[in-house]
């Protein structure tokens, strides 16, 4: 039954937004299966935290990150 309204209220709707549902039913199916593995793995535990995909390179930041630019001190 469940295919039958999905089939029935995809019909309608245009090649582009048809994609958009296929890329959400892949998401879900994705976090189903991580969170299943999670679960499955620490009962109680919090989920942690991944790693940063950026902490083995250095980011630098400008020295005058934090002041206000010249253009907006009128607002301030």
Do not use: G, W
């Not at 299943?36 to 935290?49: D, E, G, K, M, Q």
């Amino acid at each position: 039954m469940a295919y039958d309204t999905l089939v029935r209220e995809a019909k309608d709707l245009p090649e582009d937004m048809i994609e958009q549902i296929i890329d959400f039913m892949r998401f879900l199916k994705y976090t189903s299966k991580k969170e299943t593995a999670t679960h499955s793995v620490n009962n109680n535990a919090a989920p942690r935290r991944s790693i940063n995909p950026l902490a083995d390179e250095f980011i630098s930041i400008a020295e005058d990150f934090d002041k206000t630019p010249e253009c907006f001190k009128e607002y301030l």
